[in-house]
T-cell receptor
Framework: NAGVTQTPKFRVLKTGQSMTLLCAQD?????MYWYRQDPGMGLRLIHY???????AKGEVPDGYNVSRLKKQNFLLGLESAAPSQTSVYFC???????????FGEGSRLTVL | TQLLEQSPQFLSIQEGENLTVYCNSS?????LQWYRQEPGEGPVLLVT?????EVKKLKRLTFQFGDARKDSSLHITAAQPGDTGLYLC???????????FGDGTTLTVKP
């Protein structure tokens, strides 16, 4: 019963470094999402995908890129990390566009 | 962009008290969900409401969707320390493929 798995769970980067967060789901969900969560600001949508090979921008897409080459995986990339990208990142997935969201445990990223 | 405002932002109460959390918007949603998040974990769905005026009960939790489908409330009766957590509302618009989250209400229930 893996559900939604995020790797890595913790990462510290220096300003300007790049990295990729991986999200994997084993529920055959069509829709996948990347959110960031900052204190007092709830969850803000970065990018999302409505199916394999598709991606779309969310509320706060600048500085991030995504890819959905396989249905079960959704990758979030930071090309040149900035301190403003210090946050907890959550991946989520679901069958349809409005059903229950299943979340991973989060990835805590610190950019120095 | 649909915005969801939650109030209060923080709530600290004693065990046994009742409380209500609100989720308001100027936009109409086709469905609204409530999630609960504990520290170090991802949010977990509590309920989905889809019909204006709908009321759903989950043990001591009562959820209501406004008649105009723009707002919702969560009422907890006789709160317990296990209810402590971050409560998030999320609204979805039909065919948009995405949900908008409120900023959350942090609830602390003291024994």
């Amino acid at each position: 019963n893996a559900g939604v798995t995020q790797t890595p769970k913790f990462r510290v980067l220096k300003t300007g470094q790049s990295m990729t967060l991986l999200c994997a789901q084993d529920m055959n969900h069509e829709y996948m999402y990347w959110y960031r969560q900052d204190p007092g600001m709830g969850l803000r949508l970065i990018h999302y995908s409505v199916g394999e090979g598709t991606t779309a921008k969310g509320e706060v897409p600048d500085g991030y890129n995504v890819s959905r080459l396989k249905k079960q995986n959704f990758l979030l990339g930071l090309e040149s990390a900035a301190p403003s990208q210090t946050s907890v990142y959550f991946c989520a997935s679901r069958w349809g566009g409005a059903g229950e969201l299943f979340f991973g445990e989060g990835s805590r990223l610190t950019v120095l | 962009t649909q915005l969801l405002e939650q109030s209060p932002q923080f709530l600290s109460i004693q065990e046994g008290e009742n409380l209500t959390v609100y989720c308001n918007s100027s936009s109409v949603f086709s469905s609204l969900q409530w999630y609960r998040q504990e520290p170090g974990e991802g949010p977990v769905l509590l309920v989905t409401v889809v019909t204006g005026g709908e009321v759903k009960k989950l043990k001591r939790l009562t959820f209501q969707f406004g008649d105009a489908r723009k707002d919702s409330s969560l009422h907890i009766t006789a709160a317990q320390p296990g209810d402590t957590g971050l409560y998030l509302c999320a609204g979805a618009v039909a065919n948009a493929g995405k949900s908008t989250f409120g900023d959350g209400t942090t609830l602390t229930v003291k024994p």
